[in-house]
């Protein structure tokens, strides 16, 4: 911690803050909370995210194929439980009913751009008081995985880099250890 800038990944505490702010009242609300799901738990980006299509989501076997990375390797992800259920309270109560494959779909709609996907995300972050932008989660993801036990090899496969270099920016001491 005795960088520059500080470390930039949500604390526990901090993850539970903003899950617990997040409001299921509205279509957007709805569609807000299964983005932060994706973005928590997958550590996607936001062009990753606005990428999706019904297609890429398996809800029986719990994964998702993510075919466009930045290092245009295509990727199956498990889906954790709570992410899928998150995912499936959009599709089925809060996204407009349209021939559209795209997941994530504006009121009109038309697929979500990543600039929206990573404004809805920082909005979000802002009401609960955390100034931090979509991408802490991805390095609150990173983390997670560090914390658990996981090589930087296993991170780097995770995350889509191609090479090492880039995960050891989303890698912090845990000063607890």
């Given at each position: ?38 973005a928590y738990s997958l550590g996607l980006r936001p062009i990753e995210i606005s990428r999706i299509t ?124």
């Amino acid at each position: 911690f005795a960088q520059i800038k500080p470390p930039k990944f949500l604390r526990p505490q901090e993850v539970k803050r903003l899950f617990s702010s997040l409001k299921l009242e509205t279509s957007v609300d709805i569609r807000t909370y299964a983005m932060i799901h994706l973005a928590y738990s997958l550590g996607l980006r936001p062009i990753e995210i606005s990428r999706i299509t019904l297609d890429h989501i398996s809800f029986t076997t719990g994964e998702l194929s993510i075919r466009e990375r930045k290092t245009k390797k295509p990727t199956i992800l498990p889906l954790p439980k709570q992410t899928v259920q998150a995912i499936a309270a959009y599709v089925f109560k809060a996204r407009p009913k349209t021939n559209i494959r795209a997941l994530f779909l504006t009121h009109s709609g038309s697929p979500l751009r990543p600039e929206m996907v990573a404004g809805t995300t920082k909005k979000a972050m802002e009401k609960t008081g955390l100034s931090s932008t979509a991408y802490w989660l991805r390095h609150t993801y990173a983390q997670n995985l560090l914390e658990i036990g996981r090589t930087i090899y296993e991170i780097k496969e995770m995350m889509g880099h191609e090479n090492i270099q880039c995960t050891q920016r989303y890698l912090y001491i845990d000063t607890e250890r």
